[in-house]
């Protein structure tokens, strides 16, 4: 009963001008526009859209679509809990269209309350570089070992067209442009991408700008993959639910491991979450600890860290655990 009546106070206004505009809905999303640049044909070219559910009620994707067949919207996540944060998947079709493009995508909401929401992407297509395969595909990296990964890039068109230039932000992944082939304006390129082995654990999802000496924009190549740690915890955040003050909530984390291990300890900076690890004193690769929040009295959200101590010598695992307490009544 509280939870609809602090819904019918927090969204009241909103209802109210649901006719006059949606900005409830557009306040999800903190982008709403998307520049691909000059990307190579057969390129991967995604963005995603990221939004968060600011509200007590889920928040429901019904729909997406595109006003141009050069862009392909996927929903990934479709309903959203309380503070969860989920995206929208904008794919530049580079494999079947070329030259300036732009796409209009509009979002539709159908709960708690129906509302649409637009966002744009935009980019040149060129037709005279390709990328293939389309992107860097490093798949799963065991953590301390590194990868090389390698794709070729070919052009058409002027005979002295080189690669100058490979810029990178992540300063784990390095690559070099070895020429493979030049004959009559065609020119080939082995593009070889390194992944160092001290790079951490998590998902890698980053661009390698090819600079060229055409005086055109710099080209884009994805670089994907994941560095997995030896142990890994499930979910990668804990969200706890919407609570009242003085009630407990239990979840549990799955805590993997490639091989058997002990958890020594689990912590965290906020007493009202306790673990219960009095069934995981055994070497094992496969843990389940329950987890219990005890809400305070104070309300608003409440986000902490826990820390997970294991025998095996690693950085202990950490991930997020949150919480939103409602007001008293």
């Given at each position: 009963?509280?939870?609809?009546?602090?819904?019918?106070?927090?969204?009241?206004?909103?209802?109210?001008s649901a006719?006059?505009?949606?900005?409830?809905?557009?306040?999800m999303?903190?982008?709403?526009d998307h520049?691909?640049?000059?990307?190579?044909r057969?390129?991967?070219?995604?963005?995603?859209?990221?939004?968060?559910?600011?509200?007590?009620?889920d928040?429901?994707?019904?729909?997406?679509?595109?006003?141009?067949?050069?862009?392909?919207?996927?929903?990934?996540?479709?309903?959203?809990?309380?503070?969860?944060?989920?995206?929208?998947?904008?794919?530049?079709?580079?494999?079947?269209?070329?030259?300036?493009?732009?796409?209009?995508?509009?979002?539709?909401?159908?709960?708690?309350?129906?509302?649409?929401?637009?966002?744009?992407?935009?980019g040149?297509?060129?037709?005279?570089?390709?990328?293939?395969?389309?992107?860097?595909?490093?798949?799963?990296?065991?953590?301390?070992?590194g990868?090389?990964?390698?794709v070729?890039?070919?052009?058409?068109?002027?005979?002295?067209?080189?690669?100058?230039?490979?810029?990178?932000?992540?300063?784990?992944?390095?690559?070099?442009?070895?020429q493979?082939?030049?004959?009559?304006?065609?020119?080939?390129?082995?593009?070889?991408?390194?992944?160092?082995k001290?790079?951490?654990?998590?998902?890698?999802?980053?661009?390698?700008?090819?600079?060229?000496?055409?005086?055109?924009?710099?080209i884009?190549?994805?670089?994907?993959?994941?560095?997995?740690?030896?142990?890994?915890?499930?979910?990668?955040?804990?969200?706890?639910?919407?609570?009242?003050?003085?009630?407990?909530v239990?979840?549990?984390?799955?805590?993997?491991?490639?091989?058997?291990?002990?958890?020594?300890?689990?912590?965290?900076?906020?007493?009202?979450f306790?673990?219960?690890?009095?069934?995981?004193?055994?070497?094992?690769?496969?843990?389940?600890?329950?987890?219990?929040?005890?809400?305070?009295?104070?309300?608003?959200?409440?986000?902490?860290?826990?820390?997970?101590?294991t025998?095996?010598?690693?950085?202990?695992?950490?991930?997020?655990?949150?919480?939103?307490?409602?007001?008293?009544?």
């Open positions: 009963m509280f939870r609809k009546v602090s819904l019918v106070l927090g969204l009241f206004v909103l209802v109210q006719c006059l505009g949606q900005e409830w809905a557009q306040k999303f903190k982008e709403a520049d691909f640049g000059s990307v190579a057969g390129a991967k070219a995604e963005y995603r859209f990221v939004f968060e559910n600011l509200y007590l009620e928040v429901h994707i019904a729909d997406v679509r595109s006003s141009c067949g050069c862009t392909t919207p996927i929903v990934e996540t479709p309903l959203l809990k309380t503070y969860q944060k989920g995206s929208i998947l904008a794919h530049f079709n580079t494999d079947t269209f070329q030259g300036q493009r732009s796409a209009t995508l509009t979002i539709v909401i159908d709960r708690p309350f129906p509302a649409e929401v637009q966002v744009q992407v935009h040149y297509i060129r037709g005279d570089v390709v990328v293939d395969p389309g992107s860097v595909q490093l798949g799963s990296i065991d953590q301390g070992n990868a090389d990964q390698s070729a890039v070919n052009y058409a068109g002027r005979d002295d067209w080189q690669i100058t230039e490979i810029k990178t932000s992540n300063s784990y992944i390095s690559a070099k442009a070895v493979t082939a030049r004959e009559n304006g065609q020119v080939s390129y082995a593009l070889q991408v390194h992944v160092d001290n790079a951490p654990a998590g998902y890698l999802n980053d661009h390698l700008m090819l600079v060229t000496n055409d005086g055109s924009a710099q884009p190549v994805l670089v994907e993959g994941r560095v997995v740690a030896g142990i890994t915890v499930s979910p990668a955040s804990l969200f706890m639910g919407v609570v009242e003050p003085g009630q407990k239990t979840k549990q984390l799955v805590v993997k491991g490639k091989k058997p291990f002990r958890i020594l300890s689990i912590s965290c900076d906020d007493k009202s306790k673990f219960d690890t009095s069934k995981e004193n055994a070497a094992k690769a496969l843990h389940m600890i329950p987890v219990t929040f005890s809400a305070g009295a104070d309300a608003g959200k409440v986000v902490k860290t826990i820390r997970i101590k025998d095996q010598g690693e950085m202990s695992p950490e991930l997020a655990a949150y919480a939103v307490v409602t007001p008293a009544h």
